[in-house]
C-alpha cells in the first residue's frame, strides 16, 4: 500500500531556529505539492514540483521559506528563521500527471509544527 | 477565479441517519475537476473521490454516492446509514485546468456521528 510518508510527524522549535520538513513522494508520482494548514486559513498551497522543477511558490513567505526536491524520493521545505505565526500543520503530498492537470493528489500524515 | 463553498461547517447526526454534504463551486472554465476528501481526527487527508467534468454520472461505492450536477454548479456527498468512523472533516476541491494542478478547497464540514 503506496503511502506518501513525512518527517518529522511532530516538531517544537524556538523562535528563530530552522525547521526542515522531509517528504517521500509515492513512487512513479511526478509531482509534489506542499500544503500548510491553519485553523485560521485553512488549506493553503505553499508551493509544487512537476518532475522536480518547481512550478509554482507563489504560496510561500521567499524571505523565510524554501523548497526544493534534491531528488525523486525526497522533497524539502525549510523554514528560517521561523516563527511563532508558522505554527501550523504541514502537509505534502504527491500525484501523477501526465496532461499537466486533474491528477489526484494523495496525502501524507503530515508534520505538526509548533514554534515557541 | 475558482472558489469551492461548503456552507455546512457542522453537521450531527445519529448512527444510521443518512447525511449529505453540500459542495457548490465556480468557475468559468469548461473543464475542471472535483474531489472530495475526508480528515478523521488523526488528521491525514484521505483521497475519497476525482470526478472530471465531462462526466456527469452519479457514483456509489459502499455507502457513499456522489451527485454531480453541472447545471446548479454542484457536487453533493451522501453517505448511507451513518457510522461513527464516519465522523471527520470532509473537503470539496475544485482543480481547473487554467490553473495546472492546484486544487482550491473548500473550508470543509465537520460530521459528527454519535450513537
Known amino acids: 500500500d503506496a503511502r506518501v510518508t513525512q518527517t518529522p510527524r511532530h516538531k517544537v522549535t524556538e523562535m528563530g531556529q530552522e525547521v526542515t520538513m522531509r517528504c517521500q513522494p509515492i513512487?512513479?508520482?511526478?509531482?509534489v505539492f506542499w500544503y500548510r494548514q491553519t485553523m485560521m486559513q485553512g488549506l493553503e498551497l505553499l508551493a509544487y514540483?512537476?518532475?522536480?522543477?518547481?512550478?509554482?511558490d507563489s504560496g510561500m513567505p521567499k524571505d523565510r521559506f524554501s523548497a526544493e526536491m534534491p531528488d525523486a524520493t525526497l522533497a524539502t521545505l525549510k523554514i528560517q528563521p521561523s516563527e511563532p505565526r508558522d505554527s501550523a500543520v504541514y502537509f505534502c503530498?504527491?500525484?501523477?500527471?501526465?496532461?499537466?492537470?486533474?491528477?489526484?493528489?494523495?496525502f501524507g500524515p503530515g508534520t505538526r509544527l509548533l514554534v515557541l | 477565479a475558482q472558489k469551492v463553498t461548503q456552507a455546512q461547517t457542522e453537521i450531527s447526526v445519529v448512527e444510521k441517519e443518512d447525511v449529505t454534504l453540500d459542495c457548490v463551486y465556480e468557475?468559468?472554465?469548461?473543464?475542471?475537476?472535483l474531489f472530495w476528501y475526508k480528515q478523521p481526527p488523526s488528521g491525514e487527508l484521505v483521497f475519497l473521490i476525482r470526478?472530471?467534468?465531462?462526466?456527469?454520472q452519479n457514483e456509489i461505492s459502499g455507502r457513499y454516492s456522489w451527485n454531480f450536477q453541472k447545471s446548479t454548479s454542484s457536487f453533493n456527498f451522501t453517505i448511507t446509514a451513518s457510522q461513527v468512523v464516519d465522523s471527520a472533516v470532509y473537503f470539496c476541491?475544485?482543480?481547473?485546468?487554467?490553473?495546472?494542478?492546484?486544487?482550491?478547497f473548500g473550508t470543509g464540514t465537520r460530521l459528527q456521528v454519535t450513537l
Open positions: 503530498a504527491s500525484g501523477f500527471s501526465a496532461s499537466g492537470v486533474g491528477e489526484t493528489q494523495y
Open positions: 513512487l512513479g508520482h511526478n509531482t
Open positions: 514540483f512537476r518532475n522536480r522543477a518547481p512550478l509554482d
Open positions: 468557475t468559468r472554465d469548461t473543464t475542471y475537476y
Open positions: 470526478r472530471n467534468s465531462f462526466d456527469e
Open positions: 476541491a475544485l482543480n481547473v485546468y487554467g490553473t495546472a494542478s492546484k486544487l482550491t
